[in-house]
């Protein structure tokens, strides 16, 4: 089967790879960036990616999914696929907080004070956002989280710890979800908050991941002051706002874009340096395996985004996509230390061949925890989709 989008469609990828070769460094420099960590480590990572982001927002790309009214381009979900497919097959530093969850909400949730004060800043890429979200017992039952933000007068008290805040360091405001009712059930007491970073009580300190980066943070509350007027949506209703997502794309392509990318990376390695695995044929049959569970996943993908873009809501389907990603990364890292053997297992030392295989191996392991755990998108996809009972 071939595959093709319609005529506009295909336009605006070509229109997308150009702003990408005009406005990004070479593949070799991004390449290093990526393995640095990105945006979340450091400030000069930091001011790469808004630098880029500004450019988008310039194009009103940034944002390009959101409604026109609230400074977006009102992108059709096939418009949003190719735009994210090539963007992370170019590893293009777009990834946003501030899009991503605290814009939809606010657009949904918001007084329209709130949606002209901070909307704009997220918009124009003039602030950055972290999540607090996860704690040391709320990860993936992220129900149970216990931070408290009790209420005195015009302001919450915040009280308590999260963890694995990804670029709180860096951040300019903090998108909090805290427990409002420690006498109600545990989904009913949630309310969310908005606070800025530089607050006093809070407190940041570095989680150091075992790829040596620091992008990971826990961050501890003391008695921080937020005022109510804050906080985004109904009091204690924050974990159904939380789980009411706008209708953007989400198929899960910037896994595949990035699996195309570095399983045509290391091909070009194994074909540039055989004596590292000439003696293990296995590697070339793994090489051709990757490439073929790229293109099913992209498959996957496409399958979400078609569904949307025909009135539809992807669920299982969605969960199908992002296990299926993630654990492919995990296998893409293995086969690049089988092509690679023993000098694979170098750190931050490039001088053989292009990669830091070593770093790409550890970061993988990232994959099938963040944004949901495999466990739980399997449960998704055996009740919603398959209708197995609950155990």
Same mark, same amino acid.
């Given at each position: 089967?071939?595959?093709?989008?319609?005529?506009?469609?295909?336009?605006? /990828?070509?229109?997308? /790879?150009?702003?990408?070769?005009?406005?990004?460094?070479?593949?070799?420099? /991004?390449?290093?960036?990526?393995?640095?960590?990105?945006?979340?480590?450091?400030?000069?990572?930091?001011?790469?990616?808004?630098g880029f982001q500004k450019k988008l927002a310039d194009r009103g790309w940034l944002a390009m999914a959101w409604p026109e009214e609230y400074g977006g381009g009102g992108a059709s979900h096939m418009r949003q696929l190719i735009y994210n497919e090539?963007?992370?097959?170019?590893?293009?530093?777009?990834?946003?907080?501030?899009?991503?969850?605290? &814009?939809?909400?606010?657009?949904?949730?918001?007084?329209?004070?709130?949606?002209?004060?901070?909307?704009?800043?997220?918009?124009?890429?003039? $602030?950055?956002?972290?999540?607090?979200?996860?704690?040391? %017992?709320?990860?993936?039952?992220?129900?149970?989280?216990?931070?408290?933000?009790?209420?005195?007068?015009?302001?919450?008290?915040?009280?308590?710890?999260?963890?694995?805040?990804?670029? &709180?360091?860096?951040?300019?405001?903090?998108?909090?979800?805290? /427990?409002?009712?420690?006498?109600?059930?545990? !989904?009913? %007491?949630?309310?969310?908050?908005?606070?800025?970073?530089?607050?006093?009580?809070?407190?940041?300190?570095?989680?150091?991941?075992?790829?040596?980066? !620091?992008?990971?943070?826990?961050?501890?509350?003391?008695?921080?002051?937020?005022?109510?007027?804050?906080?985004? %949506?109904?009091?204690?209703? %924050?974990?159904?706002?939380?789980?009411?997502?706008?209708?953007?794309?989400?198929? &899960?392509?910037?896994?595949?874009?990035? &699996?195309?990318?570095?399983?045509?990376?290391?091909?070009?390695?194994?074909?540039?340096?055989?004596?590292?695995?000439?003696?293990?044929?296995?590697?070339?049959?793994?090489?051709?395996?990757?490439?073929?569970?790229?293109?099913?996943?992209?498959?996957?993908?496409?399958?979400?985004?078609?569904?949307?873009?025909?009135?539809?809501?992807?669920?299982?389907?969605?969960?199908?996509?992002?296990?299926?990603?993630?654990?492919?990364?995990?296998?893409?890292?293995?086969?690049?230390?089988?092509?690679?053997?023993?000098?694979?297992?170098?750190?931050?030392?490039?001088?053989?061949?292009?990669?830091? $295989?070593?770093?790409?191996?550890?970061?993988?392991?990232?994959?099938?925890?963040?944004?949901?755990?495999?466990?739980? $998108?399997?449960?998704i996809m055996a009740t919603r989709g398959l209708g197995l009972p609950r155990g």
């Amino acid at each position: 089967m071939r595959f093709t989008h319609e005529s506009d469609v295909e336009s605006f /990828r070509d229109e997308v /790879r150009q702003f990408i070769a005009d406005e990004l460094p070479t593949e070799e420099e /991004r390449l290093e960036r990526s393995l640095r960590g990105g945006f979340e480590t450091n400030e000069e990572e930091y001011d790469y990616t808004m630098g880029f982001q500004k450019k988008l927002a310039d194009r009103g790309w940034l944002a390009m999914a959101w409604p026109e009214e609230y400074g977006g381009g009102g992108a059709s979900h096939m418009r949003q696929l190719i735009y994210n497919e090539e963007m992370s097959y170019a590893g293009a530093p777009v990834g946003n907080m501030g899009i991503a969850w605290v &814009g939809p909400s606010l657009m949904l949730y918001g007084t329209e004070e709130q949606k002209r004060t901070y909307i704009p800043p997220i918009t124009s890429a003039e $602030q950055w956002w972290c999540t607090l979200y996860s704690e040391p %017992g709320a990860g993936s039952d992220l129900a149970s989280l216990q931070t408290s933000a009790t209420r005195d007068g015009d302001d919450y008290v915040i009280n308590g710890q999260k963890i694995w805040t990804s670029g &709180g360091h860096l951040a300019d405001w903090g998108w909090l979800a805290a /427990r409002t009712d420690p006498d109600a059930p545990k !989904h009913k %007491g949630i309310s969310l908050l908005m606070l800025d970073m530089k607050s006093p009580g809070i407190t940041v300190r570095p989680l150091i991941n075992m790829g040596d980066q !620091h992008s990971f943070n826990e961050v501890f509350f003391e008695d921080v002051r937020v005022p109510v007027e804050q906080r985004v %949506g109904e009091e204690n209703r %924050g974990w159904y706002h939380l789980a009411v997502a706008l209708d953007f794309e989400r198929s &899960g392509i910037g896994a595949y874009s990035v &699996g195309r990318r570095n399983v045509e990376r290391l091909t070009r390695i194994a074909e540039e340096n055989r004596d590292l695995w000439g003696h293990r044929k296995g590697v070339r049959y793994e090489l051709a395996d990757r490439m073929v569970e790229v293109n099913v996943g992209t498959f996957l993908a496409y399958r979400v985004a078609t569904m949307q873009a025909q009135g539809q809501v992807p669920n299982h389907e969605a969960s199908a996509s992002k296990l299926f990603g993630s654990e492919l990364g995990q296998r893409i890292a293995l086969t690049g230390m089988h092509v690679l053997g023993m000098v694979g297992q170098l750190r931050g030392d490039s001088s053989r061949v292009e990669i830091d $295989q070593a770093q790409a191996y550890l970061g993988s392991a990232a994959g099938t925890i963040a944004a949901g755990t495999s466990e739980i $998108q399997r449960n998704i996809m055996a009740t919603r989709g398959l209708g197995l009972p609950r155990g």
